[in-house]
């Protein structure tokens, strides 16, 4: 259920917004439910506007049917499947991240979630010469890490400037800035980014729970409403852009103490591959670098499966077919 907001569909104004709620119209639902021509008369609204803002928001959240021979031809042709920069990674994945799709992480506060983000954010502006879009949720981007994360991969001082270039960094530390962004983002930054050198292939948000976890739970329906907005905004995203998503999740326990990822049961449907991120205790140790990684949710490989990795030791791909198979690069 999408909630009316300026900024979702021109024309839909704040004082077109305040006339519709005079009459308790609140969602895309209630509006596209009602009769236009007796909507225009109760909210003193052109009726000709009624007509243009009903066509997009049935345009923009609408389902039309595809066929499946159509699905598969897209496959092959706009596909693509990035590089985490790690071996590992890339092997639970299935050969990395997958454009299209939302890709999600999980796990514990130092578990590695924002150091494997920082790794694709720089492995594809290096290697692929695409841009990315960084949406920073709780003020954990480091810029040094990035570049140190450059150096590993090239001395050349040029092109790790280049690289960083092409890492577009937003920040949002409030849901509603973060809708905001999205909405930016996919009205006009994937095409300003175009024009400026390289296509965008994927977008990152760490973390999605870190402005959607306080406004869920009980009975704030707001908070599960802006949830799916959220999760509509980076469908769309992926979807009608052929990007790579990335989010990050926190954890929670359930009943039998299991790790499972945060934000709900609504929430589990919307990453079409999910990985669990966990340190490993050694004895002796106290804050080892290696992790395990666990696919805890794919529709490509079998789940469960699990794949170590060190955060100090970002290593590429020796052979860059290896590390990053593609179905065709759009």
Not at 132 to 157: E, P
Not at 176 to 185: G, N, R, T, V, Y
Request: include cysteine; hydrophobic fraction near 40%; aromatic fraction near 6%.
């Amino acid at each position: 259920m999408v909630v009316l907001r300026e900024g979702i569909c021109p024309g839909l104004t704040e004082d077109f917004i305040n006339a519709l709620h005079s009459e308790d119209i609140k969602t895309v639902e209630d509006f596209v439910s009602c009769n236009p021509e007796e909507l225009a008369q109760k909210c003193s609204l052109s009726y000709k506007a009624l007509v243009v803002v009903r066509r997009v928001l049935l345009a923009q959240y609408t389902a039309f049917p595809v066929s499946g021979a159509d699905l598969y031809q897209e496959l092959l042709s706009s596909t693509a499947i990035l590089s985490t920069g790690s071996p590992s990674l890339d092997k639970l994945l299935d050969s990395g991240l997958y454009t299209g799709e939302i890709t999600e992480l999980t796990g514990s506060p130092g578990s590695g979630k924002t150091q494997v983000c920082f790794s694709v954010a720089v492995n594809i502006p290096h290697r692929l010469k695409q841009c990315v879009f960084y949406i920073d949720t709780k003020g954990g981007m480091c810029a040094n890490r990035l570049l140190q994360m450059l150096q590993t991969r090239t001395s050349n001082m040029e092109e790790q400037m280049e690289a960083l270039q092409k890492i577009k960094v937003f920040r949002a530390f409030d849901v509603f800035s973060l809708l905001a962004c999205l909405q930016h983002i996919r009205f006009n930054g994937l095409q300003q980014a175009s024009v400026g050198g390289g296509s965008v292939k994927a977008v990152m948000v760490d973390s999605v729970s870190a402005v959607l976890s306080s406004m869920l739970g009980g009975k704030q329906n707001e908070g599960m409403s802006l949830l799916m907005q959220v999760a509509g905004e980076l469908k769309m995203i992926a979807k009608d852009f052929n990007i790579a998503v990335l989010v990050t999740n926190h954890v929670t326990q359930d009943g039998n103490g299991c790790l499972k990822a945060g934000l709900g049961l609504s929430w589990s449907h919307v990453p079409r591959t999910r990985v669990l991120l966990q340190r490993v205790e050694k004895p002796g140790v106290s804050s080892s670098s290696l992790r395990t990684a666990t696919l805890t949710k794919s529709s490509r490989q079998p789940c469960h499966l699990v794949e170590e990795f060190d955060l100090c030791n970002w290593s590429e791909e020796r052979n860059s077919e290896s590390g990053k198979r593609k179905l065709e690069s759009s």
